[in-house]
């Protein structure tokens, strides 16, 4: 198939770029040492949106190693994914939703990922553990919606996509399918040129509603391919969202927010999160803004949107729950509520902060 074929072309060793980065023997020799930790895999089309020359290029920024993502600062499991998986490829955070990871593999691998760690076991291994994962929803009636994760799901065969899709659309009390795609971003063509895929949403929304929720965090995103994928999608019915994290160098501007947020809602996307960037190890010293610069951003940006363009909330994934970011309460104290708990006693909960200008990232919240 055309567009597996195409990520075999994917740009995966520094040597492809040095030239264009105009990189010394000593750089490339420090980023090939990166790799080895932290992979590199870029779509040719994504990396054609990038200015190479530009070393604050935006789309560069996010698909190309730097050598800030040796800061060992960070952790590399932020939101407590370990604890809260419950069998092999299923994790049960909220009551609600459980999250499936179908895959370790993405179009792109993002330099700000919050899944650096990746997930650790092939997708054969993942697959063995199908009937497993199956069950485990299958058996808790609490959860109404699934996520297919990984990685990113659309990076499975069509066919493995139908396997999961076939499976959850017979439980009677899931009532939607979330997909969790990047690949409308990164490598739109998967989506509009495969007209199985598109049969596939089709015949299944029929049964499931299906969301497929992807991140586009900058405008230069937003391509004419971009459209045509999610416009692709919204004729099969599925519902598209978006959760855009915000990042140092790409996004942390109250203009380029704001442009990214009124295109999406002209693309017929639904602005779903901001999320506040994860503390991850080679990504903290990189890419996250301190809370106290990035409020005015994000409200600056949102006073430029119509009504639709407002509906998300500006959150960070703590490892106790979602908890939005609410507003400053005098000079350096902010409000948070929590958004979505793991904890039914923290289920609304508001609490307040004194922040320094760095910091960006809540610790211990306690009772």
């Known amino acids: 198939m055309y567009w597996q074929e195409e990520m075999r072309h994917n740009v995966t060793d520094i040597a492809q770029l040095a030239p264009a980065l105009g990189l010394t023997g000593e750089e490339r020799e420090k980023l090939e040492k990166l790799l080895e930790h932290y992979p590199m895999s870029i779509p040719r089309y994504y990396l054609s949106l990038a200015d190479l020359n530009d070393p604050d290029d935006p789309i560069r920024r996010m698909c190309v190693p730097a050598a800030a993502e040796f800061d060992p600062e960070g952790d590399l499991d932020t939101s407590g994914e370990a604890h809260n998986t419950v069998a092999s490829g299923v994790q049960h955070k909220y009551d609600e939703s459980a999250l499936v990871l179908t895959t370790n593999r993405c179009a792109m691998y993002c330099r700000h990922c919050f899944r650096k760690r990746l997930v650790g076991m092939s997708d054969e291994e993942i697959l ?143 602005p779903y999160y901001v999320f506040q960037c994860r503390p991850v190890t080679g990504v903290l010293s990189n890419f996250q803004v301190p809370f106290l610069e990035a409020l005015p951003i994000v409200e600056g940006a949102k006073a430029m949107q119509s009504g639709q363009g407002k509906c998300f909330k500006y959150c960070l994934s703590h490892p106790t729950g979602k908890i939005e970011i609410v507003g400053l309460v005098g000079e350096n104290r902010m409000a948070f509520k929590y958004h979505q708990t793991k904890d039914k006693h923290n289920a609304g909960r508001i609490f307040i902060r004194e922040l320094s200008e760095t910091d960006g990232w809540l610790g211990d919240i306690g009772d």
Not at 163 to 173: K, V
């Open 128 to 270: 063995s553990h199908f009937g497993e994962m199956v069950a485990y929803v299958r058996e808790h009636e609490e959860i109404s919606n699934v996520i297919l994760s990984g990685g990113d799901a659309l990076m499975l065969p069509t066919a493995t996509l139908e396997r999961y899709l076939e499976e959850l659309s017979q439980i009677p009390h899931i009532d939607l399918i979330r997909i969790a795609s990047r690949i409308p971003v990164v490598f739109p063509m998967r989506v509009f040129e495969d007209e199985a895929l598109l049969s596939l949403f089709r015949r299944y929304t029929q049964k499931k509603q299906i969301y497929l929720v992807t991140q586009f965090n900058h405008p230069n995103e937003l391509t004419s391919q971009a459209r045509t994928a999610v416009q692709a999608l919204l004729r099969c019915g599925v519902v598209v969202k978006n959760q855009t994290v915000l990042l140092r160098g790409v996004n942390d501007s109250v203009e380029t927010l704001g442009a990214l947020l009124r295109k999406l809602t002209a693309f017929g996307v639904v």
